[in-house]
């Protein structure tokens, strides 16, 4: 008969089984030990700071509550639309001096430019000079600059845009304002 072996005692060389099946893997798994560190290391990094910022957060939104509202914005908070002056539009409203390109008094006389492969010349459009009056409901059209007349767009309806982007592009045709009118009847349709 053979005698049987106490459930202690078979737990423990499993466990020695174990323990061997490891150390046989060990010389494999020290070259990823590095990396595993690493790796774990950062973790617990990115946690800490997920947790730092949502206390942040939560205090923020305390303090927030304890402190009243400010009158006024920032001083950095400034869009473009702020620029223009709330109210009646029938003055000349006053803009911030953004020269991004030479006023069109710096440029010389426009002349003939002959186009490659045409059999007459083509002469450049003007601004300022457009040949046509200004458009009734928004005068002094030609001489606005981008974003002068960026600023304009929103009160204007898409009748209005069609037909200033219809005088752009028979007048003046200036890519930067064609396209900006262009998009800006695409917002107005798609709204």
Known sequence: MSTAIPTPLRAAAGLAAATIDEARRLP???VALPVLA??????????AQQHYADLV????ALLSQLQPEPADPPPWARFDEDEVAVGDFS????FPATEDFPATEDFP???DFPVPGA?????????GASGGSDPAFLPGYDDLRLAQLRARLRRLSAEQVEQL???ERRYQARPAYLTML??????IRSS
Do not use: H, M, W
Request: net charge negative.
């Open 57 to 60: 957060i939560r205090g923020d």
């Open 91 to 94: 003055g000349e409203a006053t």
């Open 119 to 127: 059999t007459e010349t083509v002469t450049p459009p003007v601004a």
């Open 165 to 167: 982007l219809d005088y």
């Open 28 to 30: 494999g798994q020290l």
């Open 38 to 47: 690493v790796s774990s290391a950062l973790q617990v990094s990115l946690k």
């Open 109 to 111: 006389p426009t002349e």
């Open 182 to 187: 262009g998009n800006r009847l695409d917002t």
